[in-house]
């Protein structure tokens, strides 16, 4: 599905990334999911969360995140 992924080196304090074509792959359950979903959802084990209606990611644990574009 994602073929050419294209890690980001991001620093966490300046926020997190969004865009078309920008995602998140959670380390804990493996789950990828868009920086801009239409509905707000979370990966399997909630590590990663994007509530749409408040324009928000929350992370648990940063150490178990990738970005990556493609």
Same mark, same amino acid.
């Given at each position: 599905?994602?073929?050419?992924?294209?890690?980001m080196s991001?620093?966490?304090? %300046?926020?997190?990334?969004?865009?078309?074509?920008?995602?998140?792959?959670?380390? %804990?359950?493996? %789950?990828?999911?868009?920086?801009?979903p239409i509905?707000?959802?979370?990966?399997?084990?909630?590590?990663?969360?994007?509530?749409?209606?408040?324009?928000?990611?929350?992370?648990?644990?940063?150490?178990?995140?990738?970005?990556?574009?493609?």
């Amino acid at each position: 599905m994602f073929r050419r992924k294209k890690y980001m080196s991001i620093d966490f304090s %300046e926020g997190y990334p969004v865009g078309k074509n920008i995602y998140y792959e959670c380390s %804990e359950c493996n %789950e990828v999911i868009p920086s801009t979903p239409i509905d707000s959802l979370s990966c399997k084990c909630g590590n990663v969360s994007i509530d749409v209606d408040a324009g928000r990611i929350s992370i648990n644990d940063d150490n178990q995140v990738k970005i990556f574009s493609r």
